[in-house]
């Protein structure tokens, strides 16, 4: 920014803002003994995980362990109540800021279940978040980033992720299959161009051909440029987006970490090996899970 000048000149013209031109690759989103709790029920544990900008993470473990919580409370869901603990974005507060904050700074969630907004056409909802988002001072009536170059690059993006174009005059979610629901979660990714991107199970519900695809895709778009958390249940999202690391998660905590390959060993043989090495968390999942049960 120009010494002196009162608000960071970000270009809405063009394709590429201004702050890409120095793309800060050492920086991190920091979760530091994380605990988090949902109605009151402890949930998160102690989660520890950094995520520098340019690597890839695969999230991984059991059904309810506590995956999504995670992404959650990263992204400032107001149900999930953070105890203790710190999320920091290059040492910046992020849990001083609200979800809206937080988007603004370059965190993104790819959501398991996306909310369908009846009324709202997918082209406006995106206009209006890429615009925030590129424009993190920009208050709402303010201008938005203009028409054809909204289109222009829209169109781009869904050619690249083989979206038809009618999709954009759709509302959003509304009616959408469990694959377009999907897909239409890596066009958000897509135009936002996040710093840290959280896609929670952005493979379920799509075919085969519709996960290579949204693999391919998650890999041109993040590219080098984004640090990547991938929550996942299987391996094929994670051919075109090879883990820096993988992370199991059991009864609210991360208890193992390693390569690509224990991606490959979870998938192929479950979480037996895991729950024998890790009683103590294999005990708080047991419990979690009876919990959920007698809900
Ligand atoms: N909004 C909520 N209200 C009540 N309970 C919740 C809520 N969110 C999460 N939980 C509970 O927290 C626990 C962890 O859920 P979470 O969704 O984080 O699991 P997960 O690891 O993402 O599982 P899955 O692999 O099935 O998506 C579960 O017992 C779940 O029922
Ligand atoms: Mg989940």
Redesign the pocket.
């Known amino acids: 920014m120009a010494p002196g000048a009162g608000t960071p000149r970000l270009s809405l013209e063009s394709n590429t803002p201004i702050t890409d031109h120095f793309i800060d690759m050492s920086e991190t989103l920091k979760i530091s003994d994380l605990h988090v709790a949902v109605e009151g029920k402890p949930i998160l544990r102690g989660v520890n995980l950094a995520i520098n900008r340019g690597e890839v993470h695969a999230l991984m473990g059991p ?2 362990s506590g ?3 995670l ?1 959650n409370a990263i992204m400032g869901h107001p149900n999930y109540e953070v105890t203790d603990g710190s999320i920091t974005l290059n040492g910046e507060d992020v849990l001083a800021m609200d979800a809206s904050e937080r988007a603004r700074a370059g965190i993104f969630m790819a959501f ?1 279940r996306p909310m369908a907004i009846p009324g709202v056409k997918m082209a406006e909802f995106l206009r209006h978040a890429t615009t925030n988002v590129r424009n993190p001072r920009r208050r709402e009536g303010e201008e938005l980033i203009p028409m054809r170059q909204f289109r222009k690059e829209l169109t781009e993006k869904m050619d690249q992720l083989r979206m038809d174009v009618d999709f954009a005059r759709r509302y959003v979610n509304d009616g959408f299959s469990g694959g377009e629901m999907k897909r239409a979660e890596i066009l958000q990714m897509a135009m936002l161009r996040p710093k840290f991107a959280i896609l ?2 952005t493979d379920s519900g799509l075919d085969v051909d519709a996960v290579k695809l949204a693999s391919q895709s998650i890999a041109e778009i993040g590219g080098s440029e984004m640090g990547i958390l991938i ?1 996942t249940h299987h391996d094929k999202l994670l051919d075109y987006n090879t883990p820096d690391f993988t992370h199991v998660m059991l009864g609210g905590r991360i208890v193992e970490t390693g390569g690509v390959e224990l991606a490959r060993e979870l998938y192929t043989e479950g979480y037996d090996r895991i729950r024998a090495a890790y009683p103590e968390a294999a005990a708080l999942d047991a419990e979690m899970q009876q919990a959920t049960a007698a809900v």
């Open positions: 059904n309810g995956k999504s919580t992404g398991q929670d199970e929550i």
